[in-house]
């Protein structure tokens, strides 16, 4: 590699740096609470440095939310790449709260996102209709390999639900039960809560896969941490 090269290179590097840097301080105290010192800090830069690659703190949330894209979308199409294996259904049910934890400031500090980035309402909407016909494919594919019993006019009713159950669980723990840090055990309880809705729609091959993961009610994540309000 040459030197032009490398110089190339290692703005590239810090960029990544300084994303992943930030993403962990806005998922541990709040897109809002934190300042641009902090920021460079975190990434182990100066301040001017972080303003040489974003300007405004904008245009890093807007780099956040590209990512945030990617993860979404490889999360809605992940039971495409996993074969026939039938634990796929759960791993993919499972993995929309793999996503909100990972992202939790973009669910969290819904509000704080628009305001400081207004510019990424469209994609938000354009991200859940995304979402949703992603959902929508994967209960069908469920239906036909015999998990679920869910009638075709139903389905659209199950996609919406748990988009609900999926983007709003963090919301609710903290407006319905006063939960200021939201830990990977609440995010567990949202993934049993998201199953929930399938139950109903168990097929004999899609219980016995339910019990093997255990989701199925009082095994496994399904059962609500002792300090936390039922």
């Known amino acids: 590699m040459g030197m032009a090269e490398g110089r190339a290179a290692r703005p590239s590097k810090t960029r990544a740096r300084i994303l992943a840097a930030c993403r962990e301080l806005f998922n541990a105290r709040g897109l809002a609470e934190v300042t641009t010192a902090e920021m460079a800090a975190a990434a182990g830069i100066a301040e001017g440095n972080l303003h040489y690659h974003f300007q405004r703190k904008e245009q890093l949330v807007e780099a956040l939310f590209g990512e945030f894209e990617e993860a979404l979308a490889a999360t809605a199409t992940a039971d495409l790449v996993q074969g026939d294996d039938l634990r796929r259904s759960a791993g993919y049910l499972k993995g929309w709260f793999r996503l909100m ?14 305001r400081i980035a207004p510019s990424l309402r469209p994609r938000i909407h354009r991200l859940t209709a995304d979402g949703q016909r992603q959902i929508s ?55 049993s809560q998201l199953f929930g809705l399938f139950v109903p729609y168990l097929d004999e091959k899609g219980r016995r896969l339910a019990a093997d993961a255990g989701l199925l009610p009082g095994e496994g ?8 309000p039922p």
């Open 101 to 114: 934890w990972d992202w939790r400031f973009f669910y969290r500090d819904g509000p704080s996102v628009v």
């Open 137 to 191: 494919r994967a209960i069908t594919a469920m239906r036909e390999a015999g998990i679920l019993r869910v009638p075709a006019t139903e389905t659209d009713r199950l996609v919406v639900n748990a988009w609900i159950v999926s983007a709003y669980w963090i919301d609710y723990l903290r407006t319905r039960h006063g939960v200021a840090e939201i830990t990977r055990e609440h995010v567990d309880r949202g993934a």
């Open 221 to 228: 994540v399904a059962a609500p941490p002792a300090s936390a």
